[in-house]
C-alpha cells in the first residue's frame, strides 16, 4: 500500500473514531470541544505573555486553537472533510519520515492552544505521538485552566478572575484556592467580605484598608471553615461542589442561624435551626444544599464551629480577658454570647443613670463582671449547682439563672434575691426535677 492511500486510510479512520467519540461524549456528559482561544481571551483578564522557548508538549495538554476549534474535537480528530488535503499531506510526511517545523502554541496555565499547525497536532495524535515540539508563548490570567476545562466553565472562571482581580488575593495569600460551581457565589464571597470590613471598621473606630480586610477574612474566616470542611470530608456527601460552595453556604447559615437567635431569642435550637434552613434553601434551591442541610443535621461539629466563632467575636469586641485576665466565659450554646453582650449594654445603661455621666465600655464591663457575673458565679460554686446540670458551664447557668430571676420578677412582682433565684432554677430545672416530672407525668392515665 503506498504512503498516499495509508495516509487517505487514517483520515477516514479518524473521521469515523471522531463520529464515534461525539456520540460516546454526548452520551456520558463530557466535553468533546476544543476550547477556542478568543473566547478564552475575551473573557479572562490576560496580564502581559512572554516567550518560553521550543519545548517538548504533551499532546494530551493541547486542547484549544487559535483559529479552527470547530474543525476538530477535544482529542484533536477531524470533525469535517474539507481539509482533508492538508491533513493527508502532513500524515504522508510522517509515513516519509520527512521533518516538519515545530507547532506554535499559546500555553495559558496547564493546557496549550494551537496558534499554527493545528493539523500537525492531529496527524501526531492519531499517530500515537505522546509529545510535539513547539514554539511556546505564555499568557498570564488570574485563574488556572486546566485539561478538564470545559467551554461552559469559562463563565465561572470568568468570574473568579473578576473575584481575584477586585480583592487581589492571589498576591495576598498565593496558593488560595476558592473555585466554586456558580459565578454568582463569588458575590456571596463578596458581601461576607463587605460584613467583614464594616465589622473590623466599627471594632478599631475607622475604616480598614480593604486588603487588611481581605488577609483579616481569609484568615480567621474563610481557610478556618474550609479546614473543618476538609477534616470532616462532609465535601464527600455532597458531590459537584467545591470547598469555597459549602464555605459559602455555612457562612450564610450560620448568619441566618445568629439572626433567628437575635429576633427570637426565646426559640429553641430547632426553631432556629429550621428558621436558618428555609432562609438558605430559598437563596440556594439546589439539592446540593439541601443535601448539606441534611449532613449537617447529623453532625455536632457545626454547633462547635458556631460558639468558637462566637467566643472569638465575643473575646475580640469586649477585650475582657484584657480587663479581668482571669475571667473564664465559656457557652455550650450558639446565641448566648450576644446575650452576654446585651447584659453587659443593660448594666452600661443603668450606671450611666445612677452616675449621670456617660459609662466607657471598658468600665461597664469591668463592673459587670465584678458585681454582676463574678457574684452570681460565686453562688453557682457554693450550691454546686453544675452538679445538677452535666454538660453545662457556669456562664450557661449564669444566663439561665439571671432570666429566671427577670422572669419571677415579672410573674410575682417581688424583688427575688439572687441566691433565691439559684434555688427555684434549680429545682425547676435540674436533671433530677425533670426526672421527677417525667415520673410523676407516666402515673398520669
Do not use: C
Not at 297 to 314: A, D, G, T, Y
Amino acid at each position: 500500500m503506498s504512503f498516499s492511500q495509508l495516509a487517505n486510510q487514517d483520515f477516514d479512520r479518524a473521521i469515523k473514531k471522531g463520529f464515534w467519540r461525539k456520540v460516546l461524549t454526548r452520551l456520558t456528559g463530557k466535553t468533546n470541544e476544543l476550547l477556542p482561544f478568543e473566547e478564552v481571551r475575551v473573557k479572562l483578564p490576560m496580564r502581559g505573555q512572554h516567550y518560553i522557548g521550543l519545548k517538548q508538549v504533551p499532546i494530551q495538554n493541547i486542547v484549544g486553537s487559535f483559529g479552527r476549534y470547530q474543525d476538530f474535537d477535544r482529542a484533536f480528530l477531524p470533525t469535517q472533510k474539507r481539509t482533508k488535503a492538508r491533513w493527508v499531506s502532513i500524515n504522508k510526511a510522517h509515513y516519509k519520515q520527512i521533518f516538519l517545523p515545530p507547532v506554535d502554541l499559546f500555553k495559558i496555565g496547564e493546557i496549550f492552544f494551537v496558534k499554527d499547525g493545528n493539523h500537525r497536532v492531529s496527524v501526531a495524535h492519531e499517530q500515537g505521538q505522546e509529545f510535539v515540539d513547539a514554539f511556546v508563548t505564555e499568557i498570564n490570567v488570574p485563574v488556572v485552566l486546566t485539561t478538564e476545562t470545559k467551554l461552559d466553565d469559562l463563565d465561572i472562571k470568568e468570574a473568579y478572575a473578576d473575584f481575584l482581580v477586585k480583592t487581589n488575593l492571589a498576591e495576598l495569600r498565593p496558593g488560595a484556592d476558592i473555585e466554586m460551581t456558580t459565578p454568582e457565589y463569588y458575590n456571596g464571597l463578596l458581601s461576607h467580605i463587605d460584613v467583614h470590613q464594616w465589622y473590623l471598621g466599627e471594632k478599631q473606630g475607622s475604616e480598614v484598608p480593604y486588603e487588611e480586610v481581605l488577609v483579616s477574612w481569609y484568615d480567621n474566616i474563610y481557610l478556618p471553615l474550609v479546614e473543618v470542611i476538609r477534616n470532616t470530608e462532609i465535601l464527600n456527601d455532597i458531590p459537584r461542589s467545591t470547598e469555597a460552595d459549602l464555605a459559602l453556604w455555612i457562612m450564610d447559615y450560620l448568619s441566618y442561624l445568629r439572626l433567628s437567635n437575635q429576633r427570637n431569642s426565646e426559640s429553641n435550637d430547632e426553631e432556629a435551626k429550621l428558621t436558618a434552613s428555609k432562609y438558605l434553601i430559598r437563596n440556594y434551591p439546589t439539592p446540593a444544599v439541601k443535601k448539606m442541610l441534611h449532613v449537617l443535621n447529623r453532625v455536632s461539629w457545626l454547633e462547635n464551629l458556631i460558639i468558637q466563632q462566637e467566643k472569638v467575636l465575643f473575646l475580640d469586641e469586649t477585650q475582657i480577658q484584657k480587663i479581668r485576665p482571669n475571667a473564664e466565659i465559656n457557652t455550650t450554646l450558639p446565641g448566648q454570647y450576644q446575650r452576654i453582650q446585651e447584659h453587659i449594654a443593660v448594666h452600661r445603661w443603668y450606671l450611666g443613670e445612677s452616675m449621670s455621666r456617660e459609662v466607657s465600655n471598658e468600665e461597664a464591663i469591668a463592673s459587670w463582671y465584678d458585681k454582676v457575673y463574678q457574684p452570681l458565679v460565686e453562688i453557682i460554686r457554693e450550691q454546686e449547682v453544675l452538679k445538677e446540670f452535666p454538660k453545662r458551664t457556669e456562664t450557661d447557668l449564669y444566663l439561665w439563672i439571671i432570666e429566671h430571676q427577670w422572669y419571677l420578677r415579672e410573674t410575682y412582682g417581688d424583688n427575688i434575691p439572687v441566691k433565691d433565684a439559684v434555688k427555684l432554677f434549680t429545682d425547676d430545672y435540674s436533671e433530677k426535677a425533670v426526672k421527677k416530672l417525667l415520673k410523676a407525668l407516666k402515673k398520669i392515665k
